[in-house]
């Protein structure tokens, strides 16, 4: 696992003092999840297992340890869980997560309905050659669609052979149905590309596949410098 280098640049704006009460609402109804890189991760199968806690740096130098409600989730994504305010959204701590008294799989579903309350629940729509795009009202949140359990299970549905989903960064979600060979050599192809022209909005660089209602990795991250 190594995520040190993300929250040594992200360190700074999550210890930023809270404005107001007013400004900020960190309440059940507020709890929202999100999809993070894991560079150098694999995780072959899907379940939420905490990443314990880590050190970094500040600007003045001090070195802090820091716990987070952060899981290390399938291949090289983690989850997140924050409180949603209109400016910004803010990483719950390792105690405040313990403290809604939630498992990590009851707090996705919880954080997914509230997704859907303020922000909508997830279309698709055609994105190029057989490739389809899921959004919703948010672009932040696209990505975290791909927590969306009974999304994914309608789609099956109608495509029982499998979905194959790329996760290319946190406004960009895709899927093909694992039928259409065209499609699905097109997200094999361009994962690579997507994922690394996001820049600091990336997610991951696997593919992953839905059958049977279960996430797998199908094609694996790529190696990054």
Partial sequence: MRLSHLIVLIVGALLMPIQSD??????????????RESEGSNKADAGLV???PAKAVLADGKEVELSF???????????????????????????????LKLTPQEAVQLAVRN??????????????EGVMVVEGQSPDLNS?????????????TSHPEGLV??????GGLLFA?????????????????????????RVS???????????????PPVKTQ
């Fill in 22 to 35: 007013a400004a900020n609402d960190d309440s059940i109804d507020s709890l929202m999840v999100v999809l």
């Fill in 50 to 52: 905490p990443t314990g």
């Fill in 69 to 99: 409600a952060w899981f290390e989730f399938i291949g090289d994504m983690h989850v997140r869980f924050a409180y949603d305010s209109p400016d910004s959204m803010r990483n719950l701590s390792r105690q405040e997560f313990e403290a």
């Fill in 115 to 128: 997704i859907h309350r303020v922000y909508g629940k997830p279309t698709f729509e055609p994105w190029s």
């Fill in 144 to 156: 975290s669609y791909f927590l969306d359990e009974q999304f994914w299970k309608q789609l099956l």
């Fill in 165 to 170: 989903v790329a996760v290319p960064k946190r």
């Fill in 177 to 201: 149905r694992v039928s259409d060979r065209k499609a699905v050599e097109n997200l094999r192809k361009g994962i690579g590309y997507l994922f690394t022209s996001s820049d600091n909005l």
């Fill in 205 to 219: 660089s696997a593919l992953y596949l839905y059958k049977g209602g279960r996430w797998s990795v199908m094609q």
